[in-house]
């Protein structure tokens, strides 16, 4: 036990002062730190402001300090927490996933917007699964879907089955590369693959290069192999009035536009993410 007794604001103070050395804006420290509390305390932001005189438990306090140092270290908050945010739940990520962005809430809003619960059961494949992310999510939004999650790491499904367990256990998921274990045709096809160039790396947050594993983030060519190697065999594997969701690099949407408009019988669309860049490309497969 500790001697003393700290309040959040105490240690939300002592967090800042922490990492003043290493997070110079004390906005994106502080936002840092909030994230962590809230996260922790399992509380949304109007909480966490009404509670800053309550005695923080010994147990979660050590917590605390140990995220903290571990952000010092150069680990991103939702490394340290254990969890991040993504559309309205707390995912677990560890060093093993992909920490999940905003962008790729959108892509699955595109999914949702376009089958809306009231229709058929959709036959869905998540490929790059990852954290389950998508996977679990579009599997909890629309619970009597058939949803699987493929990743060609077994670590990373080992993370996402701790997500679908808390989220969706009927998700399925299977380790594969691309299609490789994939069996039948899907309605929907979903991927947020690796799209990253080699040549970006020296631009990239550090923070990213050091914690987010290389296998989630890069891919040859450009960034563009995978989507060429799913270009190829997209029409195996996606059913006749199926359509297939692409998250893409925001420079990418010319060249991709190209890559899947070759492909017959099927139809194109690039969609922008809130900030105006291109993020998303939708096929449409005709009957």
């Known amino acids: 036990m500790f001697d003393e007794q700290w309040t959040i604001q105490a240690v939300r103070d002592w967090g800042d002062w922490q990492l003043e050395p290493y997070i110079h804006d004390q906005e994106e420290r502080l936002a840092q730190i909030d994230y962590l509390l809230t996260g922790m305390m399992d509380w949304n932001y109007a909480q966490l402001a009404n509670n800053l005189n309550t005695v923080l438990e010994d147990e979660k306090r050590l917590r605390f300090m140990v995220a903290v140092r571990a952000i010092k270290g150069g680990q991103p908050v939702q490394y340290a927490l254990g969890h991040a945010a993504f559309y309205g739940r707390e995912f677990n990520v560890d060093r093993r996933v992909l920490i ?119 891919a040859d060519d450009e960034g563009l192999a995978l989507y060429k190697q799913m270009a190829a065999q997209l029409l195996t594997y996606l059913a006749p009035n199926g359509t297939a969701y692409f998250e893409i690099g925001y420079q990418q949407g010319p060249a991709l536009l190209a890559v899947f408009g070759e492909l017959p019988g099927v139809s194109v669309a690039l969609r922008q993410d809130m900030s105006g860049h291109d993020r998303m490309i939708k096929v449409s497969r005709e009957a």
């Not at 619970?143 to 990743?151: H, N, Q, R, S």
């Open 100 to 218: 999940p962005r905003q962008e790729t809430e959108e892509l699955v809003e595109w999914v949702l917007n376009d089958h809306k619960a009231t229709g058929p059961v959709q036959r869905v494949l998540d490929i790059g699964t990852g954290s389950g992310a998508i996977a679990v999510t579009i599997g909890a939004e629309r619970p009597t879907w058939d949803v699987t999650g493929a990743d060609i790491s077994a670590d990373a499904l080992a993370v996402a089955q701790t997500n679908a367990d808390q989220f969706a256990k009927q998700v399925n998921f299977i380790e594969s590369d691309l299609f490789s274990q994939a069996t039948g045709q899907y309605d929907i096809i979903i991927s947020n693959p690796p799209y990253i160039s080699e040549a970006e790396r020296d631009v990239m947050d550090e923070s990213v290069i050091m914690y987010e594993p290389d296998l989630a983030l890069f």
